[in-house]
């Protein structure tokens, strides 16, 4: 059975920065794309990037480039998503997600959330 | 960049039908997934690849594209089906989510 399961909710100041992990098992972590989604308070999805682990292929949405880095340990199956000089408007839940067979088209499993808090 | 329109809300009695529209310029030439998020939990992909169905998904959701609209049935709507819809294509590598439905079962 497939499972995503992420690391728990962060408070940070603005201005520092935050990696938040997804760990999967269930499949091959290597063969299949990851993907990181923020949704911020009342508002709906949100694609920052999304990684290859067998080949540490990444893109990222033109929003999120140059303040989001995603990348995975192959050796223990996690993803992460880095996010940098954080803002009071990057307080949001960031789900990862995993991508179908051979193609980063869509997300047909998902972890169950991480709630991230930026407040001084 | 690529714009999802989708309605704002729906609303539909219990056992009746549910449609929700999802537009974009030249849709037919994209692949376009749908996805519910219940309030408080993680979405659930609920159609992909237009009118696919994944296992444990009800016959009851359905899929379809026509024009510039792709469109997510549910029929014999339950209490349940109360959620968020989102569309979702994968465009010029980006991932493009349409802001949302709001589905009220009255």
């Known amino acids: 059975e497939v499972h995503l399961v992420q690391s728990g909710a962060e408070v940070r100041k603005p201005g520092e920065s935050l990696k938040i992990s997804c760990q999967v098992s269930?499949?091959?972590?290597?063969?299949?794309?990851i993907g990181w989604v923020r949704q911020m308070p009342g508002k709906g999805l949100e694609w920052m990037g999304i990684?290859?682990?067998?080949?540490?292929?990444?893109r990222y949405s033109p929003s999120f480039q140059g303040r989001v880095t995603v990348s995975a340990d192959k050796t223990t199956s996690t993803a992460y998503v880095h996010l940098s000089s954080l803002k009071a408007s990057d307080s949001a839940i960031y789900y990862c997600?995993?991508?179908?067979?051979?193609?980063?088209?869509?997300?047909?499993?998902w972890g169950q959330g991480t709630l991230v808090t930026v407040s001084s | 960049s690529y714009v999802l329109t989708q309605p704002p809300s729906v609303s539909v009695a219990p056992g009746e039908t549910a449609t929700i529209t999802c537009g974009g310029n030249?849709?037919?030439?994209?692949?376009v997934h749908w996805y519910l998020q219940r309030p408080g939990q993680a979405p659930v992909l609920v159609i992909y690849?237009?009118?696919d169905r994944p296992s444990g998904i009800p016959e009851r959701f359905s899929g379809s594209k026509s024009g510039n609209t792709a469109t997510l049935t549910i029929s014999r709507v339950e209490a349940g089906d109360e959620a968020d819809y989102y569309c979702?294509?994968?465009?010029?590598?980006?991932?493009?989510f349409g802001i949302g439905t709001r589905v009220t079962v009255l």
């Open positions: 990684i290859y682990p067998g080949d540490s292929d990444t």
């Open positions: 030249n849709i037919g030439s994209e692949s």
């Open positions: 979702q294509v994968w465009h010029a590598n980006d991932h493009v």
């Open positions: 690849y237009d009118s």
């Open positions: 269930g499949y091959d972590f290597t063969s299949y794309w």
């Open positions: 997600a995993k991508g179908p067979p051979m193609s980063p088209a869509y997300f047909d499993y």
